[in-house]
């Protein structure tokens, strides 16, 4: 496969001298670094630092192993430097503003209507608190921890050979190397849109002016928090989703809760549309933007001051120098077996730009079980599957969506009976005094068993209350288990017991009563 170097990002996405991230990059790539001597060859050789490489090189080197990582952006990765990291201090500043206009229907003092807010000042507290968190990833941390890192534009040139920096750059010779170099905002082909302007997650977080109209194309999580972060932050926000509901992998009915809350919080939903194509304005405001979509057969425009593309992700696969290196890869990215081995079996890959799922957790695990694979797959640990990881997500819009395992119609595409329980968040005390009770929770269970297969919760805190059951999933307990134990009241995660006292109280079968009926009987 041909690799267009036109494609390829650049070393460095923003200037030293950019002030809103100067102290950001100051941190991870510290100013005057100087790449190390390489190593005669090494155990391992990161090609990537966001989260995968960050934790395959601290875990090897922590176990003796010599590492070497290689960064050509900027370490730490997506989830640091334009994703998980901004975008939750950014929902947080949301949070805030809706509490505040909204703080009436609890007594408290409100926020005058149409009363606006200091935007620059969330996105300097968002700057300032990822600058602090920034250091865990920094070069000199990994430095100090046993890391060679090599800060520049690394490449295959054999199939046991990473270069740094072009053909007069220093060869990194491995034993065994990893590829985690993640992914990045698709591009959606949309005809004049790069003519026109738009933001991705890769600069929507250098804004420090509030767009008054912002334009959201994808109906995806990354769109669907964007979106209602920006409307509660005082944009007027419309989102364009190809989709008939917003959310489509989640159930219908979970999506729809947040599609209410969205609508709510004033975000427009152009459903079931195609974009056609973007221009700028001809009125002679430069800023202006206008999307056209055909939505129901008819075309419409709509204009906005800044469009967000949050339409998918691609794999960073292109120069690479896979080909050099006998590693083979596609559209969704390179491809691994079972143990995250590519190809070429000295080679391994994990995270964005190897997995379906692409989560920060995700990279993590998957990182670990490529230390054990690559490192000491021979040795007493033998090799770990990817395939036997329990993985949990969340879509961290208000309310939130947290989902594990199967969906029904996984199970059923599985040929596997499932007995479901659901319980709504109003039958939960704690949920109704918070205002929060539009949710519910729901866990698929093995018909006939206590066995949990999947379970989907809608929640103000779902993605900290889902890890309950993370652990009952990868741990084999069944939800009979659950039932045993206490949960504090009042709280929202009372909503796991619940379910867990349903499935308790369904083994109370007509025969079984009879059994207690008699007992009471002889005993009475």
Not at 87 to 112: I, T
Not at 149 to 156: A, I, K, P
Not at 182 to 197: C, F, S, T, V
Not at 439 to 463: C, Q, S
Request: charged share 20%; net charge neutral; glycine share 12%.
């Amino acid at each position: 496969m041909a690799e267009p170097a036109s494609t390829l990002p650049p070393v460095h996405p923003v200037e030293p001298d950019d002030e809103p991230n100067r102290e950001l990059i100051a941190n991870v790539h510290p100013p005057g670094w100087r790449n190390p001597q390489p190593a005669s060859r090494y155990h391992l050789v990161v090609v990537g630092g966001g989260t995968a490489g960050l934790v395959s090189a601290a875990g090897a080197a922590g176990l003796g192993a010599r590492v070497a990582l290689v960064e050509r952006h900027l370490l730490g990765g997506d989830c640091l430097n334009v994703g998980c990291v901004p975008s939750k201090a950014v929902l947080r500043a949301a949070r805030a503003w809706h509490g505040a206009r909204h703080g009436a229907a609890f007594g408290a003092p409100a926020a005058p209507a149409g009363a606006a807010g200091d935007f620059a000042a969330a996105m300097a507290r968002m700057r300032r608190l990822r600058a602090a968190l920034s250091e865990h990833d920094g070069a000199r941390r990994f430095q100090d921890i046993g890391v060679d890192v090599f800060l520049g534009d690394g490449r295959f040139v054999s199939p046991q050979e990473v270069q740094v920096d072009g053909p007069d750059g220093p060869r990194l010779r491995f034993r065994r190397a990893v590829v985690a170099t993640g992914g990045r905002a698709a591009d959606p082909g949309i005809p004049g849109l790069d003519a026109a302007g738009y933001l991705t997650n890769e600069t929507l977080f250098n804004l420090t002016t509030l767009p008054a109209r912002l334009l959201v194309i994808g109906g995806g999580p990354i769109g669907c928090e964007m979106a209602q972060a920006f409307a509660r932050l005082g944009s007027r926000v419309t989102l364009i989703a190809k989709d008939t509901h917003l959310l489509p992998r989640e159930d219908a009915d979970a999506a729809a809760l947040v599609q209410q809350a969205m609508i709510t919080d004033g975000v427009e939903l152009v459903l079931r549309a195609r974009t056609i194509e973007a221009r700028r304005d001809g009125d002679g405001d430069a800023n202006t933007k206008v999307l056209a979509v055909e939505c129901g057969g008819a075309r419409r425009e709509i204009a906005a001051d800044e469009i967000l593309v949050a339409a998918g992700r691609a794999p960073n696969v292109l120069g690479l120098g896979l080909e050099a290196a006998g590693v083979r890869y596609g559209k969704k990215g390179v491809e691994v077996d079972n143990r995250l081995r590519t190809s070429n079996p000295r080679i391994y890959a994990c995270g964005d730009v190897a997995s379906r799922y692409q989560f920060t957790h995700m990279a993590d695990a998957q990182a670990r079980l490529v230390i054990q694979n690559a490192l000491f797959s021979l040795g007493p640990l033998g090799a770990a599957k990817a395939s036997a990881l329990v993985v949990p997500w969340c879509t961290y819009t208000a309310p939130e969506i947290a989902h594990i395992g199967m969906y029904e119609h996984d199970a059923k595409k599985k040929g596997i009976a499932v007995d479901t329980l659901t319980v709504p968040l109003a039958e939960v005390d704690r949920a109704v005094l918070e205002g929060d009770d539009e949710g519910f929770l729901r866990v698929h269970l093995k018909r006939g068993t206590d066995e949990i297969l999947g379970a989907t919760l809608v929640a103000a805190h779902a993605g900290d209350m889902i890890a309950e059951l993370c652990l009952a999933m990868t741990k084999k307990i069944g939800l009979g288990a659950i039932a045993s134990v206490i949960h504090p009241y009042p709280t929202e995660s009372e909503v796991i017991k619940k379910a867990a006292d349903t499935w308790r109280r369904g083994k109370l079968t007509p025969a079984v009563k009879k059994i207690f009926g008699w007992w009471f009987r002889a005993t009475g």
